[in-house]
């Protein structure tokens, strides 16, 4: 069951990640050269979000809940620091980004979290 909910979160991953990279507007020559639809791309949008929606209360169904780590104290518990950045006013060891998100099965850490953290004194990007 674990490897089968794994996988449900990578579908929820990818299909996240192109619904975030869909919002971002388009301003190339091509997209004004094709001169886009805008609802067309809006009712795809929609859809996405749904479907995104369904696999999260697919999982919540089955006992797997998403993480919330951003501007919460950094637990090494639940995520594991991919960068920090000292371009944050939040205080040290804060979760500014979620990079990819974790989540909780029973429980217990089904995948933990990679996040970016603040910490001064260093430069955006720095790795640990």
Known sequence: ???LLLDVIDLR???QAALKFSA???TGWLDRLS?????????????LHM???RLDQVLL??????????NQAFDPRYA???????????PDGTVIEEVRAGFIWD???????????????TRTGDTP
């Open 107 to 121: 429980d217990q850490v089904l995948r933990t979290a990679e996040v970016i953290v603040s910490k001064a004194g």
């Open 24 to 26: 971002r507007p388009r």
């Open 35 to 47: 001169r886009r639809n805008v609802s067309g791309g809006e009712a795809w949008r929609e859809g």
């Open 13 to 15: 991953d990818r299909l």
């Open 61 to 70: 169904d089955r006992r797997v809940v998403l993480l919330r780590l951003e």
């Open 80 to 90: 594991r620091v991919v960068a920090t950045s000292a371009e944050s006013t939040a």
């Open 51 to 53: 479907t995104v929606q």
């Open 1 to 3: 069951m674990r490897s």
